[in-house]
């Protein structure tokens, strides 16, 4: 197989094949961009070394080839004595992971092309300046060597030279730093650093290679979903210097603001410095304002080039940049990552600009974004004591108590608490720590560091480069003039305005959830510029997605309090009302009477008592949903569930007798929960099962529904609701609750002299009832999909223990990279929803189908659903803004 492409041979569509770096190295080179040449080594050769454990033979050779074509190019051959050519080789999968991988810079440098270096550029300091990074990159990431002992290193050279930073030091200083290096890379490894070029290119390959499977790696594609088994591109480019000295530098910048999208470029630029040195945050960076008065051709070249990047992806994009004596290269672009707000802005700013449709608008957003935009805010009216302001690296409200460590972070959170964690500058190693906090907070660098991205591509709120904080690791403090913030101490960071406060702050609504629930009038009024730009923005997208999505969104509620919330954030209709909280509180008492009942007389007055109580929930809810759809489930829970606790009773009622007392209510009672009692209580009497032997007790909600029904007709009203039988897995069952239920509806209709027309339908949840479908639909009005017990029963999982069972392995081995009952498993539960859609629909042409699992406000399950033709999805009150944005989404 071909393992190497040319930059030239590739492009942007290519991202599996080539990664997303190199797949947009070949775009840019094909664009006529000025990218500096070179080749990929594609996923696939990664894969086949990492199966095989060892490089594919072939591979070897078409390097070479490849290589040589490099050479001829530039006309400089590696590691040349007299005038070398120097390669960095980089990682490069398809989806980006910041900071995660691999890159080695100046490979090709050894003990002579250095000296060759220094006379063809004429600067001796950058030649020895370009070698000691590639011994320290290359022994930390090929070698394996702690980076602390190179820091250690550099830091005693700038204590012996008296200098705070590396520009300050000379030639001589790295000529010697350079030995200090080596006697590291010695000391650690047993052997000397590779002199050999092509070596130092072979391993650094592998090297990224294997990186693709570091601990950190798989940690950050757990958590954003990313298969394991993809592997990593490798890409080898010629070097390029932004260390040349004051009129060189490398910098990041941003076709617009990736955290609040407003437009014009965005950027950070080092002089005289190379790679990472931007995002490491070792000197304070310049912004694109500076350069352009600095070195006006070069930022001309640059915002050039960032307008035709944006015209050609039609995107925010993000770039890489290096400037060598005035001239740019580009080393990277990618569609730019960014916080929901901009996501938003930048989408409806892009379709004004008329780059993209409205269509693509609606694509260029998520619901996990809209969520986002729903969490709280900080209450601006509330006393606050501002410590500092950083940059609004990653928007929300996080209160917590500071801690500097990854590792404390980790266990505070695990012991229950709200922790920010606070750090000079975040370094991957941090990762587990920034996933544990509320939030993140640093004094040292940009929009574009390491904490900065990170926590925006996972959602966490991020306030960065808050420089008057001075965080001291070591001693586990933060100071800011004589304050001093402890380990321990509460304080809160507002990630959209980049302040950071000294104790709690008070939350209160956002913009986007104030909308939602009120309206763009009361949203807009008194809104900052960028606030109803962005609420705006909300308003068009989800418009667009009301017009386009084919499936209906309903809530799920069980009192009127929540149907109306559901109604004001768009839900149409209720799709599922549990009926078991009307059993419990002060009602729990009647359902006592009701299981303890020992002739059919104390059971029908137990029943008749309760079913006044359920009338009225009913009523309120048919209230609030007047003229929408409500489905109401009949009761599914095992009746234990509503007796008191097995081992408790039993104490109770030993304790009782012991002490002479009466204990006769207490013994009837342990004998009924001792009847009841099950091992598998999921599995036992409940749902449809329950209806079938505790004669009555459908009856009883049914009669209850349906007088609710006509309460409503009488009073004006348009009720529509419909009945839901939960647990069925033969059409049998059905059959037998529905011609007591159809008996009970005709008997209300005729004494209240109203006209009930009540459908009558079914949970689909066991997979027996799924494979059964057709058959069921001849007595089912409808099907509802509860996909969280089709899930558990599917997979053989009991939901309430698995998860913190075991899910944690089995996401780590990749069995799954998102839990089951998070995302519908489309591969095996999904093909048995899909065969209950197709047999129900063949058995009753226009059956209609919905799902009420948790599933339904889960954005990739929400497209499955509408992928397989169901007629609506059903979720909490709060996803459902989520669900209509997905569901438009879907339907595109
Ligand atoms: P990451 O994916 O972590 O950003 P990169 O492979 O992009 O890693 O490289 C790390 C840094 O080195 C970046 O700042 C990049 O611009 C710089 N770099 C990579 N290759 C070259 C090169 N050929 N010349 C100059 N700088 C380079
Ligand atoms: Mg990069
Ligand atoms: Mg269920």
């Known amino acids: 197989p071909k393992y190497v492409y040319e930059f030239s041979e590739g492009g942007k569509d290519q991202k599996d094949l080539l990664g997303g770096k190199g797949a947009n190295l070949a775009e840019m080179t094909r664009l006529g961009l000025p990218v500096p040449p070179g080749f990929t080594v594609t996923t696939e050769a990664c894969r086949r070394y990492l199966a095989d454990g060892v490089v594919p033979p072939e591979l070897r050779v078409q390097v070479t080839r490849a290589l040589r074509a490099l050479e001829d190019k530039v006309g400089r051959q590696l590691g040349d004595p007299k005038d070398p050519l120097l390669v960095s080789v980089r990682s490069g999968a398809k989806f980006s992971m910041p900071g995660m991988m691999e890159t080695v810079l100046n490979i090709g440098l050894n003990d002579v092309s250095v000296r060759g270096l220094a006379a063809v550029s004429g600067d001796e300091r950058f030649a020895w300046d370009s070698y000691r990074r590639l011994i320290a990159m290359f022994g930390r990431t090929v070698l394996g060597i702690d980076g602390e002992s190179f820091v250690e290193a550099m830091d005693a050279m700038k204590r012996t030279r008296g200098v705070t930073q590396d520009v300050d030091l000379d030639a001589n200083d790295l000529e010697e730093l350079v030995e200090a290096y080596k006697k590291v890379v010695h000391q650690e490894t047993g052997r000397s650093f590779p002199q050999q070029p092509r070596e130092q290119l072979d391993l650094a390959m592998n090297a990224v290679f294997d990186s693709w499977n570091t601990e950190r790696a798989r940690l950050y594609r757990r958590r954003e979903r990313i298969p394991h088994d993809l592997g990593t591109a490798v890409n080898v480019v010629a070097m390029v210097f932004g260390n040349l000295g004051p009129d060189s530098g490398t910098g990041v910048c941003f076709t617009r603001d990736p955290a609040t999208g407003r437009q014009g470029g965005y950027g950070d630029y080092l002089p005289n410095a190379q790679g990472e040195d931007v995002v490491a945050g070792i000197r304070n960076t310049l912004t694109l304002a500076d350069l352009a008065e600095r070195d006006p051709g070069s930022a001309s070249q640059l915002y050039a080039v960032m307008r035709r990047l944006e015209t050609h ?26 916080t929901a707000a901009a996501a938003f802005r930048i989408a409806a700013q892009l379709v004004d600009e008329q780059l993209i449709t409205m269509d693509e608008a609606l694509q260029r957003v998520t619901g996990d974004q809209l969520a986002r935009l729903m969490f709280p805010q900080f209450d601006r009216s509330a006393t606050r004591t501002r410590l500092a302001t950083g940059l609004a690296a990653s928007p929300g409200a996080a209160v917590g108590e500071a801690v500097f460590d990854s590792a404390t972070a980790v266990a505070r959170h695990a012991a229950g608490d709200s922790v920010i964690l606070v750090r000079r500058e975040t370094n991957p190693d941090d990762l587990e720590g920034m996933i544990a906090a509320a939030g993140v907070l640093t004094s040292r660098g940009g929009k574009t560091s390491h904490a900065a991205v990170v926590a925006r591509g996972m959602g966490r709120t991020c306030v960065c480069g808050a420089e008057a904080i001075d965080v001291d690791a070591a001693a586990r403090t ?80 069980d009192t009127g309090e929540d149907a109306a919330r559901a109604r004001r954030l768009g839900a149409e209709g209720i799709g599922l009302c549990r009926t078991e909280h009307m059993f419990l509180g002060d009602r729990r008492a009647l359902v006592e009477r009701l299981i303890l009942a020992d002739s059919a007389a104390a059971r029908s007055s137990a029943l008749e008592a309760l079913t006044p109580r359920q009338r009225g929930d009913f009523v309120e809810l048919l209230e609030a949903m007047d003229g929408l759809p409500v489905t109401i489930r009949l009761l599914d829970p095992p009746l234990h569930e509503f007796l008191p606790d097995r081992t408790e009773l039993s104490v109770r009622v030993a304790v009782g007798r012991e002490r002479g007392e009466d204990t006769a209510a207490g013994e009837t009672l342990l004998a009924a929960v001792e009847r009841l009692h099950e091992s598998n209580p999921m599995l036992g009497l409940r749902g449809v099962r329950l209806g079938l032997v505790v004669p009555g007790l459908f009856a009883m909600q049914v009669r209850a529904i349906a007088e609710a029904a006509a309460d409503r007709i009488k009073a004006g009203g348009d009720p529509q609701v419909e009945i839901m039988v939960p647990l069925v897995g033969s059409v049998m069952e059905l059959h037998l609750i529905r011609d007591e239920t159809d008996g009970v509806l005709a008997d209300v209709a005729e004494r209240e002299g109203v006209t009930l027309d009540i459908p009558v339908g079914t949970m689909i949840e066991l997979p027996r009832a799924a494979l059964t479908a057709g058959r069921i ?109 997905e569901a438009g989404r879907a339907a595109i």
């Open 313 to 338: 992806y039609r995107d925010l994009c993000d770039i890489e940049f290096t400037i060598e004596r005035g001239k740019l290269w580009m080393l990277q672009t990618r569609v730019g990552k960014r």
């Open 777 to 885: 639909a001849e007595a089912a009005d409808f099907f509802s999909f509860g996909t969280n017990d089709l899930t558990q029963t599917a997979w053989g999982f009991s939901r309430d223990d698995v998860e913190a069972a075991f899910f944690a392995a089995y996401l780590d081995k990749g069995v799954f990279t998102v839990s089951p009952f998070e995302t519908l498993d489309a591969i095996g539960v999904g093909r048995l929803v899909r065969i209950a859609v197709e047999e129900g629909r063949r058995a009753r042409p226009g059956l209609k189908m919905g799902v009420c699992g948790e599933h339904g406000g889960d954005p990739e399950s929400v497209h499955f659903f509408h992928e397989v033709g169901l007629d609506y999805v059903s979720c909490s009150p709060f996803r459902i803004p989520v669900a209509r944005l």
């Open 478 to 557: 933060a100071r800011v003039g004589d304050i001093v913030v402890n380990e321990g101490d509460v304080i809160a960071i507002d990630g959209s305005t980049g302040e950071v406060f000294l104790g709690d702050v008070p939350v209160m609504t956002s913009p986007v959830a104030a909308y939602l629930e009120e309206g763009l009038d009361t949203a807009l009024s008194g809104a900052d510029e960028e606030t109803a730009e962005l609420v705006q923005a909300v308003h068009r997208v989800l418009t667009h997605a009301d017009a386009t999505r084919r499936l209906g969104v309903r809530a799920n509620a």
